[in-house]
């Protein structure tokens, strides 16, 4: 159940690569939060941010235990993710959450191999899915870490320390391999399987499109977590929509991103 | 709620609890914001457009904020009559909502289609015809620029329906007052205004429009004062009640749309921000008129005083 | 600045030395600026409307701010054809600005008085007829309104003038291409669109408009969609040169007018905010071309690429 | 010559009656300030305040010397006054000024006494006139302070400090004198004259009336700081206009705030 609340920053740092790390005083949407849900963040006047903007509840503070706070991690693009960088500890904000469908997985059997595969600020929502996971699945759990340099990886040293393994990947090498991490994923994709396996995977468009057909060929499960524009999050204005794979008439063309996803199996959605 | 009365009457005797509605397209079926809102407690909600058949919508992006707006063009995705009667419709009634169902249609038959296969549903409160979308091909602005085809779709509908109807104007026409009286010649009992703009967006880097359909409809605070201007002439035009609609955020928002004429008004674009605002709206206006010795919230309808 | 070019050309010759101009009324009579701006290095000043005697203008107060908009009834204070042909005029041919006048009269003969009292004047570099002023009691937007009258207006003005002519249209219309193709056919060698649009805003404490004259015309950022829009529509149906206007902020504002099909554009309120605003767009035009290797900044006109 | 610049936030004070101090890096335009004169601030983004307000410069910084810094003490009103409130030290304004005619003194002669008359927030430029003005004229100047209660009078210590005689006035009575400032003012101008007077007045249009009325019927030289909503404060939108006393023709019926102004000789408009 969404919750509608004012929340305070309490801190933000830039992390590198045009990209920031807010944390937010919001333990009621911290507490209900899945990995790959997600909050809309204005000012309380709406007046001033006629459109609130989606971001993916990234990271819950404290590690362990009930949940405090919590974080987003975000890249500036445009006016509104340029003002929230001006937001200093005590400003109060808008925030609805935590809304839309996250991460599942299919068989949370013993042995089921995750590989998460980020592109860029994608990797927002895997911390989040690393605290949920307990010991064991973060363990069976493999995290494809991509983007143009080095800077781009976000969080590397927090990833190492709760993931089974990172595979780094830059455009130019200067991190990890040099190329897409589409590539290392095939690799892996190709190997023999050791058991059952899910692709989990968040990032620009072109990667999501590419990682969807080389799960859709070798008939791996993946989910992907798409993005859309958006004006409220919790399934009104229908701004959102991305379209189906299979409408199943010609007036059910279209699924919204925020309430039916943002995470869809890769067999619903033309990414 | 004070004592304050806070009733208003809009057109073939209908009583509205108090004269904050939401706008069509801004607050879906209602039932999406039953967490945030009681939805009982607002003056009504127009619910998103609906049309004789399902609609698909028109392809993403479908919206792009301006400044202090937004631009959309959702193209009236909607479930089609059918399917709000049998399973939106007996929702709201359970919430005991005061429903207005906002229709849509291609041509006058579509229109009649609409209102003729809910008329003899019990819980609507009334119809209000959107002669003025900008985002679609057919319809919408077609009739909504041309004060014949307003009189005409009006009255084709007021036909078939005993239920109060309201006309919803474009603002984006040469002289306002023309359609209006259109609009209550063909037997319109109250004129809802505004709707959207047309407008357009273009990133310049792509080189391409950002909404997939080109254009779309401009909303929010930006609209607000040529919202606020065009229902002043039409309030002063027209014997009918008139529901201002536009860019409304506050409660100051809402009064300066009474102070001009109108009889009620509907909030739009804002709920998507804030999906409490409408009903904290209603209890702002009681306070707000409390706090200034206002004892009936219709003395504030078109209680402005001219200058000079 | 680069070898790029910068050159457009705006009808009957006229070549300017980039498009970026200043509009009529956000730029007094360029003087103003001239602590701020090197007013050689524009494209262009539109002055402040001139009408053939001294107008007084509106009482205060005329101005207020509005969502990312402002509101202006300033109602044409200007100090006449005689005092700017004879004060004006001079220090402007002094600093080496490129000159158009703005042109408003109350019916045909005072357009017609305005351009005949300045056809011999040297340094003017185009006329530019405001039809469209909604601030004003009579002319302005009744002869903007109307496609008849503005043929009438600029037919007759034609006659009396060799210059580049250009006519200035409201937004406040149906169809804004019949207004634009009306100019064309009385002999406009260019439009430039848009104009304020009719707005209003209420104190909601004293009751009143807070505008003495009770509505006024809102420019800024919060109708530049809507701008975008119109100049889009216009520059496909009509043959001669569109100058985009309304809500410029930004070099991408600029380019965005440009893509969409306007030949040069015209920075408005915003050089209120930033009196050195319209100089450093010409410099940020430049760089921006320069960035994406554009050799020619008449490349992006009209250079939008459609959806689908 | 006004300078357009971008200035830095240094300080911001709440002084109560919901007014603030604010301190700005704009050495460029402290030095050429004159008391009466005004500055346009917005943010450096036309798009995000597209109409700049006007504030008098109030005080600069250090209090003698050459000045390093500047002043505006302003109230909240509305939407701008309200953002103003939240420029932390370090925001970045885009700041125009010095802006105006500010006051003059007819005869800077020997002995000439002054009567400054200040109603709440019209007090902001009269710090700065105290320190123009050097000792000597200092000592002969009388400040006529009102307001509706004791938080409304501004800077009371400071003045009580530079200005020979300070006369507080509040309409409770929780300060001074009970009444309106126009009480005391009437007094001193009915009492038998020392020498050459002129009263400079800032503040609420009624009150600015009633002072005016109160010189022009005894024939005392004074000076109005007028307020009108302005756009540019440069001459250029001519938004700011008042009416004149006695216009010359029909078509100069109105004079600029920004420019002819802020400060007019009572005789010259129409308050
Ligand atoms: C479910 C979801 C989760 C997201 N999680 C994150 C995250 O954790 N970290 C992060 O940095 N970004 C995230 N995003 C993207 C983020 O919302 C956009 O980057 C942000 O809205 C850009 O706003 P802007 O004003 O700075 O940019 P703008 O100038 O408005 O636009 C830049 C780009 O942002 C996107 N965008 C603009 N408006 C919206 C909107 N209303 N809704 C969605 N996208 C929009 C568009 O693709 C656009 O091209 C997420 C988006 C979605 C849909
Ligand atoms: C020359 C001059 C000097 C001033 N000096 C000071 C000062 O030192 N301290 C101080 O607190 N205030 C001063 N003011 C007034 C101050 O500019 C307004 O209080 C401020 O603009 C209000 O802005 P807002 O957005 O908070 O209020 P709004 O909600 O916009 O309006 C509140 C009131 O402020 C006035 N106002 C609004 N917009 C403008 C505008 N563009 N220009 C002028 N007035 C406007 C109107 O009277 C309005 O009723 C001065 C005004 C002028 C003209
Ligand atoms: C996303 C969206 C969808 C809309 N859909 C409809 C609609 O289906 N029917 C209609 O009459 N108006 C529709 N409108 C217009 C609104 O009802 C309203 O008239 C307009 O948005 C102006 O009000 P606002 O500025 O408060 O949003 C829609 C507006 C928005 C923003
Ligand atoms: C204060 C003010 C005065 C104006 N005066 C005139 C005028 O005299 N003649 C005219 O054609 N347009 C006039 N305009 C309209 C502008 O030239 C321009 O068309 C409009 O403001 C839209 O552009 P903008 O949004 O960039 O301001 C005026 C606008 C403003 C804000
Ligand atoms: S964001 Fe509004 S329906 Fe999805
Ligand atoms: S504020 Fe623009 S002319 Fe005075």
Same mark, same amino acid.
């Given at each position: 159940?969404?919750?509608?609340?004012?929340?305070?920053?309490?801190?933000?740092?830039?992390?590198?690569?045009?990209?920031?790390?807010?944390?937010?005083?919001?333990?009621?949407?911290?507490?209900?939060?899945?990995?790959?849900?997600?909050?809309?963040?204005?000012?309380p006047d709406p007046a001033e941010t +006629? =459109?609130?903007? *989606?971001?993916?509840?990234?990271?819950?503070? %404290?590690?362990? #235990? !009930?949940?405090?706070? $919590?974080?987003?991690?975000?890249?500036?693009?445009?006016?509104?993710?340029?003002?929230?960088?001006?937001?200093?500890?005590?400003?109060?904000?808008?925030?609805?959450?935590?809304?839309?469908?996250?991460?599942?997985?299919?068989?949370?059997?013993?042995?089921?191999?995750?590989?998460?595969?980020?592109?860029?600020?994608?990797?927002?929502?895997?911390?989040?899915?690393?605290?949920?996971?307990?010991?064991?699945?973060?363990?069976?759990?493999?995290?494809?870490?991509?983007?143009?340099?080095?800077?781009?990886?976000?969080?590397?040293?927090?990833?190492?320390?709760?993931?089974?393994?990172?595979?780094?990947?830059?455009?130019?090498?200067?991190?990890?391999?040099?190329? +897409? =991490?589409?590539? *290392?994923?095939?690799?892996?994709?190709?190997? %023999?399987?050791? #058991? !059952?396996?899910?692709? $989990?995977?968040?990032?620009?468009?072109?990667?999501?499109?590419?990682?969807?057909?080389?799960?859709?060929?070798?008939?791996?499960?993946?989910?992907?977590?798409?993005?859309?524009?958006?004006?409220?999050?919790?399934?009104?204005?229908?701004?959102?929509?991305?379209?189906?794979?299979?409408?199943?008439?010609?007036?059910?063309?279209?699924?919204?991103?925020?309430?039916?996803?943002?995470?869809?199996?890769?067999?619903?959605?033309?990414? | 709620?004070?004592?304050?009365?806070?009733?208003?009457?809009?057109?073939?005797?209908?009583?509205?609890?108090?004269?904050?509605?939401?706008?069509?397209?801004?607050?879906?079926?209602?039932?999406?914001?039953?967490?945030?809102?009681?939805?009982?407690?607002?003056?009504?909600?127009?619910?998103?457009?609906?049309?004789?058949?399902?609609?698909?919508?028109?392809?993403?992006?479908?919206?792009?904020?301006?400044?202090?707006?937004?631009?959309?063009?959702?193209?009236?995705?909607?479930?089609?009559?059918?399917?709000?009667?049998?399973?939106?419709?007996?929702?709201?009634?359970?919430?005991?909502?005061?429903?207005?169902?906002?229709?849509?249609?291609?041509?006058?038959?579509?229109?009649?289609?609409?209102?003729?296969?809910?008329?003899?549903?019990?819980?609507?409160?009334?119809?209000?015809?959107?002669?003025?979308?900008?985002?679609?091909?057919?319809?919408?602005?077609?009739?909504?620029?041309?004060?014949?085809?307003?009189?005409?779709?009006?009255?084709?509908?007021?036909?078939?329906?005993?239920?109060?109807?309201?006309?919803?104007?474009?603002?984006?026409?040469?002289?306002?007052?023309?359609?209006?009286?259109?609009?209550?010649?063909?037997g319109a009992d109250a004129l809802s205004?505004?709707?959207?703009?047309?407008?357009?967006?273009?990133?310049?880097?792509?080189?391409?429009?950002?909404?997939?359909?080109?254009?779309?409809?401009?909303?929010?605070?930006?609209?607000?004062?040529?919202?606020?201007?065009?229902?002043?002439?039409?309030?002063?035009?027209?014997?009918?009640p008139v529901i201002g609609i536009g860019?409304?955020?506050?409660?100051?928002?809402?009064?300066?749309?009474?102070?001009?004429?109108?009889?009620?008004?509907?909030?739009?674009?804002?709920?998507?921000?804030?999906?409490?605002?409408?009903?904290?709206?209603?209890?702002?206006?009681?306070?707000?008129?409390?706090?200034?010795?206002?004892?009936?919230?219709?003395?504030?309808?078109?209680?402005?005083?001219?200058?000079?």
């Amino acid at each position: 159940m969404p919750q509608d609340l004012r929340a305070r920053v309490l801190e933000q740092e830039e992390l590198g690569g045009g990209c920031f790390r807010m944390r937010l005083d919001a333990a009621p949407i911290a507490r209900e939060a899945r990995a790959g849900q997600f909050v809309m963040i204005g000012l309380p006047d709406p007046a001033e941010t +006629l =459109v609130r903007r *989606p971001f993916s509840v990234a990271r819950l503070v %404290p590690d362990t #235990g !009930e949940p405090e706070a $919590l974080e987003i991690v975000y890249k500036v693009y445009g006016r509104r993710t340029r003002q929230m960088t001006r937001f200093r500890p005590g400003t109060e904000v808008a925030l609805l959450g935590p809304l839309g469908r996250g991460f599942w997985i299919p068989g949370e059997a013993e042995g089921t191999e995750v590989l998460l595969v980020a592109g860029g600020i994608g990797a927002a929502p895997f911390p989040l899915f690393l605290q949920r996971a307990g010991k064991d699945l973060a363990g069976r759990t493999t995290l494809f870490l991509g983007g143009g340099t080095r800077d781009d990886l976000l969080l590397v040293d927090w990833f190492r320390e709760r993931c089974g393994e990172v595979v780094l990947v830059t455009e130019d090498g200067s991190a990890g391999e040099r190329g +897409l =991490v589409t590539g *290392p994923l095939a690799a892996r994709l190709d190997a %023999p399987p050791r #058991g !059952e396996r899910v692709v $989990l995977a968040c990032g620009p468009r072109p990667m999501l499109r590419a990682v969807a057909e080389l799960c859709l060929a070798r008939d791996v499960p993946c989910q992907l977590s798409l993005e859309e524009r958006m004006a409220c999050g919790f399934g009104a204005c229908l701004g959102c929509v991305v379209e189906r794979r299979h409408p199943e008439g010609e007036f059910d063309r279209y699924v919204r991103v925020c309430t039916e996803g943002p995470v869809f199996d890769a067999r619903e959605v033309l990414p | 709620m004070s004592p304050i009365r806070m009733q208003v009457k809009v057109g073939r005797g209908l009583v509205l609890r108090n004269p904050v509605l939401t706008a069509s397209g801004t607050f879906g079926y209602g039932l999406e914001f039953e967490p945030f809102c009681d939805l009982a407690a607002l003056g009504g909600i127009v619910v998103k457009g609906i049309s004789p058949r399902p609609r698909a919508g028109n392809p993403p992006p479908r919206l792009v904020e301006t400044p202090c707006g937004m631009l959309n063009a959702i193209g009236l995705q909607n479930v089609g009559v059918e399917r709000f009667r049998t399973e939106k419709l007996p929702l709201l009634r359970e919430h005991g909502a005061t429903v207005v169902v906002n229709v849509y249609g291609h041509e006058v038959a579509d229109y009649v289609a609409v209102v003729r296969a809910l008329e003899e549903e019990t819980g609507i409160a009334a119809f209000e015809l959107n002669l003025s979308c900008p985002n679609v091909k057919e319809g919408g602005l077609e009739i909504g620029r041309s004060p014949r085809a307003i009189r005409e779709v009006t009255a084709a509908v007021r036909e078939v329906t005993s239920r109060p109807l309201w006309v919803k104007l474009t603002p984006a026409v040469t002289d306002i007052v023309e359609t209006a009286e259109a609009a209550v010649s063909g037997g319109a009992d109250a004129l809802s205004l505004i709707n959207t703009f047309p407008g357009m967006v273009v990133d310049v880097e792509t080189r391409r429009p950002v909404l997939h359909r080109g254009t779309g409809g401009l909303s929010g605070p930006a609209i607000r004062p040529l919202a606020v201007a065009l229902v002043h002439r039409v309030a002063r035009a027209v014997d009918v009640p008139v529901i201002g609609i536009g860019g409304i955020t506050s409660v100051r928002d809402v009064v300066e749309f009474l102070l001009v004429g109108a009889t009620a008004v509907q909030v739009g674009t804002a709920n998507f921000h804030d999906p409490a605002l409408a009903a904290r709206l209603v209890r702002e206006l009681d306070a707000w008129c409390e706090a200034r010795g206002v004892a009936d919230v219709r003395e504030l309808v078109g209680a402005l005083e001219e200058n000079r």
